[in-house]
């Protein structure tokens, strides 16, 4: 059975940066989102198999494993990297924008754990890693939405890995402090010296996926050098 890095939530900038690195380590890469037509490039630089998907539906997220299971895949690892970002006052915040923005950055996140979990059960272990950010550590002004769902993903991280650990599945959750360089988005994250670098960050979670079990991280911040904290 071959083994495989799933990617959720594979768009441009840290999910092309994920997709290229862990290639480069030898596994074959699965990329699942939304709008597979963005893929076509990387898919053939790195030969991925693309899968729709949207994170927030249950039953999308349940045709997904269904899918690497009939392809004879174990995953190794799963990176959860979709999210959802939605800014503004509390009183002018729509509770449809909130229910979006938490189905994606925290519901999604336990879907995919949960049949990623059964899986990586099955086959002895494996690791899932998680995308996070600052507002899962602290709130900030007019940015409830995303603070909700981020603070929550959090939670589950946490959990996870309390409850997965023993059974030698590796869960951890990146506290992304910072801007990410995304050139094409222009200002701010144009200026590369004050953004973090999707590869190095890229570098990061291969680093936490390749860690021996006996010294495992479940969560690690990263900031560019000139971020306060």
């Known amino acids: 059975m071959r083994q495989a890095t799933l990617i959720i939530g594979a768009g441009s900038g840290l999910g092309t940066a994920l997709a290229k690195r862990f290639s480069r380590s030898g596994n074959q890469i699965i990329l699942a989102t939304r709008n597979t037509s963005n893929l076509d490039e990387l898919a053939r630089e790195i030969g991925a198999l693309v899968i729709r998907c949207d994170a927030s539906n249950e039953q999308d997220i349940a045709s997904l494993f269904e899918t690497i299971d009939n392809a004879e895949i174990s995953l190794s690892e799963m990176i ?99 801007l990410i360089y995304q050139p094409d988005r222009g200002e701010p994250y144009d200026e590369a010296r004050k953004c973090l670098d999707p590869q190095a960050i890229a570098e990061s979670y291969l680093q936490i996926a390749a860690q021996d079990r006996s010294a495992w991280t479940w969560e690690i911040e990263l900031r560019p050098w000139l971020e306060n904290f």
């Open 80 to 178: 959860y990297n979709a999210g959802a970002y939605t800014n503004g006052a509390v009183t002018d915040l729509d509770p449809g924008q909130i229910r979006q923005s938490i189905d994606v950055n925290a519901l999604g996140a336990f879907l995919a754990a949960r049949q990623c979990a059964r899986r990586m059960k099955k086959f002895g272990g494996g690791t899932m890693l998680f995308t996070g950010a600052s507002a899962g550590i602290k709130g900030y002004a007019n940015s409830s939405a995303f603070a909700m769902g981020k603070f929550a993903l959090r939670g589950l991280c946490q959990s996870l890995a309390r409850e997965l650990a023993p059974q030698n599945i590796h869960v951890a959750h990146f506290v992304i402090d910072g």
